[in-house]
């Protein structure tokens, strides 16, 4: 049966509509994420219990179970005002409740940057930054850190009425002075037409909020979806935060536009400055169809009319027109709210959601599970060396107990000596052991050197001085693409420094495999294109804003440190997460140094002790042997299980198709 809303709805009839494709997908994604979580438990709770979780292992699955539990899909909803986006989320989100829940009237509703989403950890709540924060230095990343700095109202989800009127509060504005807006920069006196309303006193409006987290228990954002609202060109391009960082980070971007006028001169600025040079997936939606029908025109010529809004649409945006989708949010909240299937077919929402279910979840599950598959290889492999190791020398060990069989007291006498001797010349591998980690750490410090926070931290400032030094910043551009250069030739040099630790180890592992019987292998040196392609991500995002048609905002001092404040922020979490990856391979390649260490002093123990009671009563020897023949079949059982979990951790759990309601009646429908 196909799931249906957490929170009952109000009308009886709502309980006959099934969810929603993209629900369906959602849930069926999270239940691969909690699978493959329990899996990695497990797999940490069998080598914990056979003595197999060394710290590499430990970090892998560690790092595993957190990409997996921190993961997020962001769906961004960007619009002028007026355009039904409140309406559309509305629509998706908020159907269960039995009303609208945020505020959708005529006119502007959503006055600040709006994200919707669920933390388990949290009560449901609704959390508002005061506008004046933009007057102070942290960055919005900054204060999210900073609970005082923030109003916060709970949240009754079982009263819709509460809740509705809770979230009225990001509608609230404020009157200020203009000399007020343009310190809070919501006024340019170059961009007039950009500029808030003006009352006859000479004050002007202002959103009372900078931006208002949501924290709502929706089964879709339960499962991980964030939902980010954002409130109109003038808002979006007064909150630099917003377009350099909220935006660029989003998985997809779903662009409202009114079905009745099509893309107006202000949507196509907001599209061509923020979202046209995006890597994001992007959806356009024409909202209102509804108010194309006309009861003296026929069906078949409203149709059309849709069909030829859509195609122009596609041209004006040159998107593909199977990404623009005609519908009426207004029709399909009324419908889901009183669970008339035939309405909801007739809006045309579920065609969104199956395209955006179809196209987003497939795409993220693929790369968690890339994430997955090579991290099950590498516990894998990391398993099959230990246990290959041990088999090995327990195998050396009985074909030196058989060869004791029929012989004297003597011969174990010397075969105790001999123990002894190989004992002592494989303790003098510490020296060479010790020299080894001398130099890998010299050799590891060098290559972070590039990655490090100083280092970033000065080539941003060399990027501002490069920009101070020409007029009117106008040189902001050039800068900037050469700041990006030098950091790919950091990433560049860490690369190469890799793989002269990697040839360093390689070529001591063999030595101390040939001299001293290790058993010691190397994994792949990591693969720094991925923070490149992010690198390049962060250009292509932050670039467009530094170029001449945003020559004014580039001479204003408040604009500049914000975007270089963020800029750092951004490069600091690529190169820090590059620098945590080659500390975490190092430590990976390294630690079996350790366990392969402890393990052949633990083999020679053992030896002397089963030579030293064979000595003491012949019996012992064929009760050893069988010993070890026990030993090994269980460390040969091991690598089968190992294997097994490994594989499990690799089943594909196909996706299950979701009813969407998508009927031959689709809107408009003579009255």
Known sequence: MPRMHAVEPTDPHSALLPASVLAGRLDVLGTWRQTMEQRLAELARFLSEHELLDDAASDTLDGLRRRLGQDRLVLAFVAEFSRG??????????????????????????????????????????????????????????????????????????????????????????????????????????RPDDNPPKRSDGLVEVPAWRHALINYPHPLLKRGLVVIDTPGLNAIGAEPELTLSLLPSAHAVVFVLGADTGVTKSDLGLWRDHLGSQSMARYVVL?????????????????????????????????????????????????????????????????????????????????????????????????????????????????????????????????????????????????????????????????????????????????????????????????????????????????????????????????????????????????????????????????????????????????????????????RMVFENASNEIELWNRQATSQIDSQLRERRRSFRRRREALERIQAAASELEQRITELEVADGRWQTLLGLVADRARSLRERVPFVDTQAATADTAWPAQA
């Open 85 to 190: 986006k409140s309406e559309l989320i509305n629509a998706i989100f908020f159907s269960d409740a039995g009303r609208r829940v945020l505020p959708a009237t005529p006119g502007r509703t959503t006055m600040c940057p709006v994200e919707l989403a669920y933390e388990s950890h949290e009560p449901a709540h609704l959390s508002l930054l005061p506008i004046d924060t933009r007057l102070e230095t942290p960055s919005l990343a900054e204060l999210r850190t900073q609970p005082r700095m923030w109003k916060r109202v709970l949240l009754d989800v079982t009263s819709p009425e509460q809740l509705s009127n809770a979230l009225l509060e990001v509608m609230r504005t404020n009157w200020v002075s203009v000399e007020r807006a343009r310190e809070l920069g919501l006024w340019d006196d170059e």
């Open 287 to 571: 909202n209102k169809i509804d108010t194309l029908a006309d009861p003296l025109i026929a069906p078949d010529a409203v149709r059309a009319q849709i069909d030829h809004q859509r195609r122009q649409t596609a041209e004006t945006l040159q998107v593909p027109a199977d990404r623009v989708f005609p519908l009426s949010a207004r029709v399909a909240l009324s419908a889901r709210v009183k669970g008339d299937a035939v309405g909801l077919a007739k809006s045309r929402l579920p065609e969104l959601e199956a395209a955006l279910a179809e196209e987003l979840l497939p795409h993220r599950r693929e790369v968690l599970e890339a994430m997955v598959h090579d991290g099950a290889d590498a516990l894998e492999a990391q398993m099959a060396r230990r246990l290959a190791d041990r088999r090995r020398q327990i195998a050396e060990q009985m074909l030196e107990l058989r060869g004791l069989r029929g012989k004297s007291g003597s011969k174990v006498k010397l075969m105790l000596q001999r123990v002894e001797q190989e004992t002592g010349e494989f303790e003098q591998c510490t020296a060479r052991l010790a020299a080894l980690r001398a130099v890998h750490a010299r050799m590891l410090k060098e290559t972070l050197v590039p990655l490090s926070s100083e280092r970033l931290r000065d080539e941003v400032a060399q990027m501002q001085t490069a920009i101070d030094s020409t007029l009117f910043n106008l040189g902001a551009k050039k800068a900037f693409t050469g700041l990006c250069e030098r950091l790919r030739a950091a990433l560049r040099d860490t690369r190469a420094r890799g793989e002269e630790v990697h040839q360093m180890l390689g070529g001591s592992f063999k030595q101390l495999n040939s001299d001293f019987g290790f058993a010691l292998t190397l994994l792949r040196a990591p693969d720094l294109n991925r923070y490149v392609a992010d690198l390049d991500l962060i250009e292509r995002s932050y670039g467009q804003y530094l170029g001449l048609k945003h020559a004014i905002r580039l001479s204003e001092p408040r604009f500049m440190e914000q975007f270089q404040r963020m800029l750092l922020s951004k490069l």
